[in-house]
């Protein structure tokens, strides 16, 4: 199950994952993958205005995680360098999943073992050749969980299904 989706600029980002955002339930796991300025605090901004997370969320730089406290509480994880990976698996991870904060993490590549089977995976990607502003993002849920959200989840993203 997968959906691909177009946006031209950040704010359109952000308003796709606004969007996705009104389909989260607690525990639910986001995986952002996409090469650095690919969009994925971006899209994380959209998910926390979605949850109704007032506080700016921002790329936790010095910290691998950070909680904010919305409709639903969100854990934003960012997985930026590849040897942080010893303290994702300090963290506990898969711990963080099961409180009922949505974990969203960035770069969820070099942690997907590590997370909960259920999990909804957008990959961000810049257009070469394309406008600088232009992001190709493909939604794909992992796990039977998202099965019957997934007509739901394209309905919500319909606005920026790319033209075929
Ligand atoms: P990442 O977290 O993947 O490293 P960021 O979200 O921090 O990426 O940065 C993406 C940058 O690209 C931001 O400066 C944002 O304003 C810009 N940008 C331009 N167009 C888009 C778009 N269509 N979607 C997301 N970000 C965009
Ligand atoms: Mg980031």
Do not use: C
């Amino acid at each position: 199950m997968r959906v691909e989706v177009r946006t031209s600029r950040a704010e359109e980002t952000r308003e796709l994952g606004e969007a996705i955002a009104a389909l989260l339930r607690p525990r639910d796991a986001l995986i952002l993958t996409g090469e650095l300025g690919a969009g994925k605090t971006t899209f994380a901004q959209g998910v926390a205005r979605g949850l109704g997370v007032e506080e700016n969320i921002s790329s936790p730089t010095f910290t691998l995680v950070k909680e904010y406290t919305g409709i639903l509480d969100l854990a934003h994880v960012d997985v930026y360098r590849l040897d942080r990976m010893q303290d994702v698996v300090d963290l506990g991870l898969e711990e963080l999943g099961h409180g009922d904060a949505v974990l969203l993490v960035e770069w969820g590549d070099t942690v997907e073992e590590l997370l909960p089977e259920e999990r909804l995976r957008v990959e961000l990607t810049t257009d070469p050749g394309r406008e600088d502003d232009a992001r190709s993002i493909v939604v794909a849920a992992v796990g039977e969980g998202w099965a019957e959200r997934f007509a739901e989840l394209e309905a919500a993203v319909m606005p920026w299904v790319a033209p075929a």
